[in-house]
């Protein structure tokens, strides 16, 4: 049986990471989310790239929204659904922003 620790190794180095935080001028941070969107990488893995360091793709491209309680009652409001039903307003906003964008292509 293989050693318990050895089971969690990995874990204990992804913990010892240190995140930095990075200011590039404007121009610059537009062309990193550009050639990442290009090569569906985040950001940050552009940039792992051009120094060489290790990266992977992205498994399940997805953005994450915050919305506080007003704006999910906008929401419900828009799309005429309860407050608490947040699974179908989640729905109804990947429609509508996926027609938007779907139909910017098709221009």
């Known amino acids: 049986m293989a050693n ?12 010892k990471k240190i995140q930095i935080h990075f200011e590039f001028q404007r121009d610059v941070m537009r062309i990193i989310r550009h050639e990442a969107a290009d090569k569906d990488l985040n950001p940050s893995d552009i940039i792992r790239q051009k120094l060489q360091l290790s990266y992977s793709k992205i498994q399940r491209p997805r953005l994450g929204l915050s919305f506080n309680n007003d704006e999910l009652k906008t929401l419900a409001i828009r799309y005429n659904l309860d407050t608490l039903d947040e699974k179908e307003i989640k729905r109804c906003v990947l429609d509508e922003i996926s027609t938007h964008y779907l139909n910017l292509l098709e221009q």
């Not at 318990?4 to 913990?15: A, P, V, Y």
Request: proline share 0%; charged share 50%.
């Open 4 to 15: 318990r620790n050895d089971k969690w190794s990995g874990e204990r180095d992804t913990l």
